[in-house]
């Protein structure tokens, strides 16, 4: 169960959007993540992370959400389209685990709110996870 928190938090979208970029403010943010595993006995406690978004991050739009830091998954976003301040995407990941991802983000200057689906299979079962995240600038990054 803790290698499926794991690969939820790092496989949150990482979005890279071309001419469109949210409509962030630099600086520090924090972001609180909760997985839900329908038919789990116990499920998980919410995890929250810091970190500092720069203009550039910003600009590129792939690290305003967790990224995914597995080296044995490589991740596609398919689609994306962002209308205004929302954010609908598809991305799909190969290697190991396997699993599709849907997802919304909807961005304001100093916070972002989202959802996403991830499906996979799992030792021959099928296994779907939501996940609900919100993020909101703290001030300043630290030097």
Known sequence: ???????????????????DKPDMTEGLWEITSKVNMPGMPMQMPA???????????????????????QSDQKCDMVE????????????????????????????????????SQMDMVQNGQPMRMTTEYSAKRLGNCKK
Do not use: W
């Open 47 to 69: 995890h929250t992370m810091q970190h500092c978004f720069t203009k550039e991050d910003i600009a590129k739009g792939d690290k305003t959400v967790p990224q995914n830091q």
């Open 1 to 19: 169960m803790k290698a499926y928190l794991v690969a939820a938090l790092i496989a949150v979208p990482a979005i890279a959007l071309a001419a």
């Open 80 to 115: 994306r389209r962002m209308t205004g301040n929302k954010l609908n995407y598809k991305m799909v990941c190969s290697g190991k685990n396997k699993m599709t991802m849907t997802g919304e983000v909807i961005y304001s200057r100093t916070s972002y709110r989202g959802t």
